[in-house]
């Protein structure tokens, strides 16, 4: 049972670590490709160690995966952090998407004087 539990973490570490790579190649620009990578990577690697930890079930080497788990969840996200600001400090191109709600008609109103229904009659 122990066998199954640990392969289920392993191959769970495995699937969002290809998740993460597939992420890299196909995400648009630097910040939406940092974002998979930090997060489904620190994800993956915690759900391998989790595998580790119970599959060999000693104190020395559950303390080891406890320590590599708690540096990569304080190290990745500043890393990815840094890496971004660099990128955008370098001028490294971003995605640039459509904005969906340029063509929304105005429904928010500068004025309460401006603020009447559509057949003209005051609604304040």
């Known amino acids: 049972m122990i066998d199954v539990i640990v392969g289920l ?12 790579s597939v992420g890299l190649l196909r995400l648009p620009d630097i910040l939406i490709r ?4 930090t997060k489904v990577g620190t994800l993956s690697t915690g759900l391998i160690m989790l595998g580790v930890a119970i599959h060999f079930a000693e104190g020395p080497i559950i303390l080891r995966v406890v320590a590599i788990v708690v540096f990569l969840l304080l190290t ?4 990815g952090h840094m890496i971004g600001r660099a990128a955008l400090r370098t001028g490294v191109p971003m995605w640039r998407r459509p904005d969906d709600m340029v063509a929304e008609p105005e429904t928010v109103r500068s ?4 603020a009447t229904s559509k057949d003209g009659h005051d609604i304040s």
């Not at 004025?111 to 401006?114: A, R």
């Open 111 to 114: 004025t309460p004087q401006e």
């Open 76 to 79: 990745a996200p500043i890393a």
């Open 9 to 20: 973490f392993l191959l769970l570490g495995g699937l969002f670590a290809i998740i993460a």
């Open 34 to 37: 940092m974002h998979a990578s």
